[in-house]
């Protein structure tokens, strides 16, 4: 599996591809500087290789190719229901990124994408101009690491530099970036903003070692939140998704217990609580691609052409870890869907 160079942090891919119409961009550039090595393949267009027919996710996860294309409109898209908007009505996501280096089992861009190929799109002025067309009429919560994580790919492309400037001077906007990364390159090198927003995704570690491959262990991630922390950085903690089985529930206790022992509940912004849930589309899917998986052998519930858990055991789970938690937190400061 080609995705570290022996003895280095460095993520390697063995080919990238890369369109016509991306050659001449800073991030293509420095991308053909720093992977000098690699093979590169000059295309027409991604969705070429991206889209086509008969590829294997779980295959190509083991040895992922990056692809820089050249992004056209939309560039911002109405959040979806399924996501968490934190009381904002005026919600939106955006995508620099298409799929994710973690390899999540539970991760919905399976059934989303027929590729586990990474694209990378490389004309920000262009996302730029847009997020700020179409979210300059009030204040607007741009979700921008929702399909991808952004702080985990930083030392690949650092999308967090090239927009930087742009988030700290549009004030009318808040953003939140969704991690599992460990990597605290980033608020390290960087002052906070008011308007800027880590969220990180933390979850028991046997879930972690069940579900989560190759995302770092909760103690990783609790040390990247507390730098974040530490350097002033506004933090959210995403419990998200939660799982509800007879091998899963009693970790949740302990790992409450231990997650605010480690992290003072006064210095978190808030907290974002949520079930497992899929499109039943999708799911469908991710179902015939890992037909081992038990995760996908549950007997969900339907609804609204959402698959999740049953209405009454999603609240008898909640309230007991609400139970938990609100010893830490107070109740106003959890959103949950």
């Known amino acids: 599996m080609s995705r570290l160079w022996k003895n280095s942090n460095k993520y390697f891919f063995d080919s990238i591809y890369i369109e016509e119409s991306a050659l001449n961009y800073t991030i293509t550039k420095n991308i053909m500087e720093k992977y000098n090595t ?13 889209n086509r027919t008969n590829q294997n996710f779980i295959i190509q996860k083991q040895n992922q190719s990056l692809i820089l294309a050249v992004k056209s409109k939309p560039f911002i898209y109405k959040g979806p229901d399924v996501c968490q908007n934190f009381g904002y009505s005026n919600f939106y996501y955006t995508s620099f990124l298409l799929n994710c280096i973690f390899d999540c089992e539970y991760c919905y861009l399976q059934g989303m994408y027929p590729s586990s190929n990474i694209v990378a799109f490389v004309n920000i002025e262009d996302f730029k101009s847009e997020i700020k067309d179409i979210t300059s009429r009030e204040t ?56 800027l927003i880590i969220a990180f995704t933390l979850s ?5 070692k069940k579900y989560e491959r190759y ?39 302990p790992f409450y217990n231990y997650l605010f022992s480690q992290i003072n509940p006064e210095d978190i912004l808030d907290v974002g609580y949520g079930f497992f849930r899929m499109s039943k589309d999708f799911f469908k899917r991710i179902e015939k691609t890992r037909p081992d998986s038990l995760l996908f052998c549950e007997d969900y519930s339907l609804k609204d052409g959402i698959l999740s858990y049953p209405d009454d055991l999603q609240k008898k789970v909640m309230e007991n870890h609400f139970e938990i938690l609100t010893k830490y937190i107070d109740r106003n400061k959890i959103f949950s869907l």
């Open 38 to 50: 690699s093979n590169f393949i000059i295309i027409k267009h991604y969705k070429d290789v991206f």
């Open 140 to 195: 607007s919560f741009l979700a921008a690491s929702y399909d991808t994580d952004l702080i985990a790919f930083h030392s690949i492309i650092p999308y967090m530099d090239y927009f930087y400037d742009f988030f700290k001077d549009y004030l009318n906007l808040l953003v939140e970036v969704r991690t599992k990364s460990a990597n605290d390159i980033f608020y390290k090198t960087h002052k906070p903003m008011d308007n």
């Open 204 to 208: 028991p570690n046997d879930v972690i």
């Open 215 to 253: 995302t770092p262990s909760l103690d990783a991630r609790i040390k990247a939140l507390k730098t974040a922390l530490s350097q002033g950085f506004k933090v959210r903690i995403c419990l998200d998704p939660i799982f509800i089985g007879e091998d899963v529930s009693f970790y949740y206790e």
